[in-house]
């Protein structure tokens, strides 16, 4: 079968200008561009970075160089080049340990960052705005290095979910554990860094998704398309006959509960369902995946479900998704009321280790790239941490930590909206240095750009490099080269 192949291209020429280190694309998976080389340890997970709105992005990582443990930026421009500071333009250098950082765009090519900071007795919320040119913004009027707080409540946030607002905000979710207090709450930020929920009198508590008497875990939230966001999480109200369950709430603009006070159900099937993820549906209502015990047999499964914006379930029957799930899994929308779903499989563990698979799930949960589920990679080794991006209906991307020649490098992968491999059938090498690469992000526009952290510098610790695939390039006879033997097509 023949297929129109995206190839890995130079995206664009150096050009001469004042600023910092200046490079362009390479179309060479062992030189990268390095983002950051400070000394110390770099940390950037999934969801550390945003389109800048012109073919680049913004990347953001915890900077372990010192006690401080800093948040800082890098905008990396469409052709490769590195826009801000050397080492990046600090974001908070507030002492105290820093995780679970996520980032939304602002609209207006600048980024929203929020992150878990211990800079007190507990864990705590803090978030900070940047602009295109590396200006930091929060609190409006007098921008300070020790960020935003968004929630101090006494007691351990946990579990934190970020999307944007739609309006230049950011809407955040978490996980509240105290032994007096165990829910899940949600709060609202403007462009400004004002808090906005509940409504009428902001509160650092936020609003309220769930705060019945049995415990709340893992809230994830998705847009509802009108300002509000709807959330799924698992709980242990019906731990006594089904374990835990999955439930849901939707919060309207104005952090108002819209469905019953305590949620809704998504489902309640017996053996215990965890860890939801979802993706909006388009229509105010969301497709939610979890893990999965009900399966006879199975490791772990992954189903899924479709709720309405009244938040009841709209298929007839959860969907089954894998009875072999090990490990990570992601869901975004396909932007035509479906979802694209991609998790860490073990159906060939005998023979290649773990490795990835993907489906799309259309409005009705129909399994639209076929019964058996898209191999996106069956390698040796094992198959890790990715990150994946919706292009709507221009199919799905996915990156991944790759471990098929003996030490994790980092292999991406383009799939149409019907379920077609653009690239490679195992994968589009980015970075094959023979040190280590963690978990990468990944930013769409004009392609994609993938960022990493990165062992390449042993005297400097783990630094972050980023590398951008799937740009312009098309040949007609489906191959990169002449050598067919790397596009085949079996698998275990």
Not at 118 to 134: K, P, T, V
Not at 301 to 323: C, H, K, M, N, Y
Request: charged share 20%.
């Amino acid at each position: 079968m023949r297929n129109s192949v995206l190839i890995i291209v130079v995206a664009g020429i150096m050009t001469a200008c004042a600023g910092p280190a200046l490079a362009a694309w390479s179309d060479d998976p062992t030189v990268n561009l390095e983002v950051n080389a400070n000394d110390g340890y770099q940390q950037m997970d999934a969801s550390s970075g945003v389109s800048d709105g012109r073919g680049g992005a913004i990347l953001f990582w915890i900077d372990n160089t010192n006690t401080a443990r800093e948040i800082r930026a890098q905008r990396v421009s469409d052709s490769g080049e590195v826009l801000w500071a050397a080492d990046g333009v600090p974001v908070c250098t507030f002492p105290g340990t820093k995780d679970l950082m996520q980032a939304v765009g602002d609209g207006s090519g600048g980024a929203i960052v929020i992150w878990r900071d211990r800079r007190g007795s507990d864990y705590d919320f803090y978030g900070q705005r940047i602009d295109a040119d590396g200006n930091i913004l929060w609190p409006a009027g007098f921008p300070s290095l020790d960020a935003v707080p968004l929630c101090t409540v006494a007691g351990e946030q946990e579990n934190l979910s970020v999307v944007s607002d739609g309006a230049g905000g950011a809407i955040i979710v978490w996980h509240h554990s105290d032994p007096v207090d165990d829910a899940v709450f949600a709060q609202r930020v403007d462009p400004n860094g004002q808090r906005l929920w509940p409504a009428g009198a902001p509160t650092d508590a936020g609003a309220v998704v769930c705060d019945h008497s049995h415990a709340q875990f893992n809230p994830s939230a998705t847009p509802d398309g009108s300002g509000g966001i709807v959330v799924a999480w698992n709980d242990s109200r019906n731990s006594a006959t089904t374990n835990h369950d999955i439930y849901a709430q939707r919060l309207d603009i104005d952090g108002n509960r819209v469905w019953s006070s305590d949620g809704l159900p998504v489902t309640r099937a017996d053996l215990g369902q965890t860890v939801p993820q979802l993706a909006a549906a388009g229509d105010g209502g969301a497709i939610v995946i979890w893990k999965d015990y009900r399966a006879p047999g199975a490791v772990e499964g992954i189903a899924a479900q479709r709720i309405s914006a009244a938040g009841t379930p709209v298929w007839a029957d959860d969907i089954f998704l894998t009875e072999e799930y090990e490990g990570t899994k992601g869901i975004v929308s396909d932007g035509e009321g479906g979802a694209y779903v991609v998790w860490r499989d073990r159906r060939f563990i005998a023979v290649t280790d773990r490795d990835l698979f993907a489906q799309r799930l259309g409005p009705n949960g129909d399994k639209l790239w076929g019964a058996g589920d898209l191999p996106l990679v069956v390698e040796v080794d094992s198959q890790g941490t990715f990150d994946l991006l919706s292009a709507g209906t221009g199919g799905l991307y996915v990156a991944w930590t790759d471990s098929r020649t003996g030490t994790p490098d980092i292999y991406a992968q383009h799939v149409s909206s019907g379920g077609a491999i653009s690239g490679p059938v195992n994968g589009v090498e980015v970075c094959m240095q023979t040190d280590w690469q963690g978990g990468p992000t990944v930013v769409g526009g004009g392609g994609l750009v993938v960022a990493w952290p990165d062992y390449r510098n042993a005297a400097t610790a783990t630094d972050i490099y980023a590398h951008k695939v799937f740009l312009d390039g098309i040949f007609d006879d489906g191959f990169e080269s002449g050598d067919t033997g790397e596009w085949d097509l079996d698998f275990p």
